[in-house]
T-cell receptor
Framework: AQSVTQPDIHITVSEGASLELRCNYSYGATPYLFWYVQSPGQGLQLLLK??????LVQGIKGFEAEFKRSQSSFNLRKPSVHWSDAAEYFC?????????????FGTGTQLKVEL | ETGVTQSPTHLIKTRGQQVTLRCSSQSGHNTVSWYQQALGQGPQFIFQYYREEENGRGNFPPRFSGLQFPNYSSELNVNALELDDSALYLC?????????????FGPGTRLTVT
């Protein structure tokens, strides 16, 4: 069964600083990997996804993520954080298995941005 | 093109009662998944419906059940509510079963069980 670990529960960065959110996954085959963002009281919005090919993936709002198979990681990065980026970020792995096309999420990282 | 919508937005129920949550999928999407997000946790997969048939289920008891209608909208039913059922329930629709396809999430229904 697949699993996702997000080791940082909370992260605080200053506006304009760079950001890296960590994600490690466990899956027996090549995974489909996603990063979602959730603002308070809202649903989930997809930031970016990795299926195959180039291991550096570009997403919306200036985010990017790098897939590293050897480290089973899919870390999310942004060169310069804006105050509006404060939200909760979820990494997820997708799998089409006998149990359906489901996403398995990590527990999330809460990002706080200091002005 | 409308996105995924869910109703109601908030709901308060008493332990032992039954609840029905509704979801309208994005236009053209035939697959709907339901997730439960407890406070401080990531969403957990409940089940998925594809063309009106259940196509997979997570680790949830049978008192969690669902339906998908010919227009691909969906319902989540929970019987014999327990306090631990208090959570945000998210519905997501996707174009089909290909796991590479993005799941589009609705805003969720916040269920409180007292």
């Amino acid at each position: 069964a697949q699993s996702v670990t997000q080791p940082d529960i909370h992260i605080t960065v200053s506006e304009g600083a760079s950001l890296e959110l960590r994600c490690n996954y466990s899956y027996g085959a090549t995974p489909y990997l996603f990063w979602y963002v959730q603002s308070p009281g809202q649903g989930l919005q997809l930031l970016l996804k990795y299926f195959s090919g180039d291991t550096l993936v570009q997403g919306i709002k200036g985010f990017e993520a790098e897939f590293k198979r050897s480290q089973s990681s899919f870390n999310l990065r942004k060169p310069s954080v804006h105050w509006s980026d404060a939200a909760e970020y979820f990494c997820a792995v997708g799998a089409l298995t006998g149990g359906g096309n489901k996403l398995t999420f990590g527990t999330g990282t809460q990002l706080k941005v200091e002005l | 093109e409308t996105g995924v919508t869910q109703s109601p937005t908030h709901l308060i129920k008493t332990r032992g009662q039954q609840v029905t949550l509704r979801c309208s999928s994005q236009s053209g999407h035939n697959t709907v998944s339901w997730y439960q997000q407890a406070l401080g946790q990531g969403p957990q997969f409940i089940f998925q419906y594809y063309r009106e048939e259940e196509n997979g289920r997570g680790n949830f008891p049978p008192r969690f059940s669902g339906l998908q209608f010919p227009n691909y909208s969906s319902e989540l039913n929970v019987n014999a509510l327990e306090l631990d059922d208090s959570a945000l329930y998210l519905c997501a629709s996707t174009l089909d079963l290909d796991s590479g396809n993005e799941q589009y999430f609705g805003p969720g229904t916040r269920l409180t069980v007292t």
